[in-house]
């Protein structure tokens, strides 16, 4: 009889481990969504100020740059010298055709608008006007910085979470003893060092020490600041660029390491 009750005790524990593993499961995966979303953006914003995109301190970039004709004067694409003489049309003893002939038999044999294409000014002022350079001029570093702020937050209130999901999630696995424990602690330590390294510790300690995570102001003055030589180039990117990468590997195999954990439970208890 007492082992009768003590096998019921048992099933009714691992159901109820096995419903709160589903909880944080979703939670665990929603976490993760966010996270991958928030260090995209970021570094997409990271990309629009290094490319010039978006003007950093009343500085436009390279990509805002545009060169303006004085007034009386029409506007000459950048790539044509205006003080570069045209050759004169060659005498040929060819008969001269009417005026519009050629031209009427050109609209026949071609449809409308490949006429206008085909010229080489049309070419050359099509390639200096496309693609447009300021299809972000809407949008200031002002708007910038406040995508970065709100990032920041967004991103280290999921990571802490995403963290925390894990922690329970093992200590779940432990006490029903439903498997796994091995790909959840690693998946746990995984998440703990994202959480570590994603902190922006330069705001507490200084240049000393530094997080994935950066300010505005940070951006903006290591944007405007020339580099040196290759190697202080290389830690520039490093550091907007290789940081943000390397948070994105753990995240991605601590979701590994979290998606078979799930597998070894449904495993052991022979669901799969």
């Known amino acids: 009889m007492s082992e009768i009750q003590s096998g019921s005790k048992d099933l009714l524990d691992t159901t109820d481990c096995l419903e709160a593993v589903g909880v944080f499961k979703g939670w665990k995966n929603f976490f993760f969504v966010i996270m991958l979303v928030g260090l995209l953006l970021l570094q997409a914003s990271f990309w629009v100020v290094d490319r010039g995109c978006i003007a950093v301190s009343g500085q436009a970039g390279p990509a805002l740059e545009q060169k303006a004709a004085p007034a009386g004067e029409p506007a000459v694409p950048a ?33 409308n608008g490949v006429s206008s294409l085909s010229s080489p ?21 002002e708007n910038l910085a406040w995508l970065i702020r709100f990032l920041n937050a967004v991103l280290i209130l999921a990571a802490t979470l995403y963290c925390l999901t894990l922690l329970f999630g093992l200590k779940v696995s432990m006490h ?48 405007s600041k020339d580099a040196q030589d290759i190697f ?41």
């Open 79 to 111: 790539t044509v010298d205006p003080n570069l003489r045209q050759p004169e049309p060659r005498e040929t003893n060819e008969p001269q055709q009417p005026a519009g002939g050629g031209q009427e038999k050109r609209s026949q044999g071609e449809p």
């Open 121 to 141: 000014d049309s070419r050359i002022q099509l390639a200096v006007t496309w693609p447009s350079g300021n299809f972000m001029s809407g949008v200031t570093f």
């Open 176 to 223: 029903g003893r439903l498997g796994g424990i091995n790909h959840i602690s690693r998946a746990f330590f995984l998440s703990l060092i994202l959480l570590v390294l994603l902190l922006p510790w330069q705001t507490v300690f200084g240049s000393m020490v530094c997080g994935a995570l950066y300010a505005p102001d940070e951006l903006a003055q290591s944007c």
């Open 232 to 272: 202080d180039l290389v830690l520039y990117y490093l550091r907007f660029t290789g940081f943000g990468a390397l948070i994105l590997l753990l995240l991605i195999f601590s979701q590994i390491r979290s998606v078979r954990w799930a597998k070894a439970i449904l495993r052991r208890l022979e669901i799969i």
